[in-house]
């Protein structure tokens, strides 16, 4: 754990308390802490960012998603999300885009390189991620 985390500080009881990546943290005052359990990592960012943003900054950090637990009223937020992009009216290419975001946990579609490896991961065109992102589309 401790290779993916700013400037980590283990806790004596087996916490790291670090540097938060899920914002421009500049002061131990947005500390990350992360506990490890059994193979699984509870995370909490104390400058209020939302636990998918937090979630999504150490997945880019290198730590396994499955590692990152969720609780159930996310996970059925989530299906809830899926549902509606099912049910609605944009196209399969941009669907499939969405539903992918919903799954990494993104808040709205990402940019730059994230979109593109988002939509290489979905097997779509980087153009469709892109019209998809200017269309204003949100998981």
């Known amino acids: 754990m401790r290779p993916f985390l700013k400037q980590p ?10 540097r938060a990546t899920c914002h421009d943290d500049k002061s131990t005052s947005g500390d990350l802490l992360v506990n490890v359990f059994m193979g699984r990592v ?4 104390f400058a209020g960012c939302s636990p998918a943003r937090s979630r999504n900054a150490l997945i880019l950090l290198g730590i396994r998603a499955a590692c990152l637990i969720r609780a159930a009223a996310d996970l ?10 099912i049910e609605g009216k944009e ?4 669907k499939v885009l969405l539903v ?4 990494e946990t993104y808040e709205e579609l990402p940019r730059g390189r994230a979109l593109e490896a988002l939509a290489e991961f979905c097997g779509i065109t980087g ?13």
């Open 42 to 45: 509870t995370w909490k960012c």
């Open 100 to 103: 992918a975001a919903i799954l």
């Open 127 to 139: 153009r469709e991620a892109y019209k998809a992102r200017r269309a204003g589309l949100h998981p």
């Open 76 to 85: 059925a937020a989530d299906m809830d999300a899926i549902r509606a992009v």
């Open 91 to 94: 196209t399969p290419a941009h």
């Open 9 to 18: 500080v283990l806790k004596p009881n087996g916490s790291y308390r670090a």
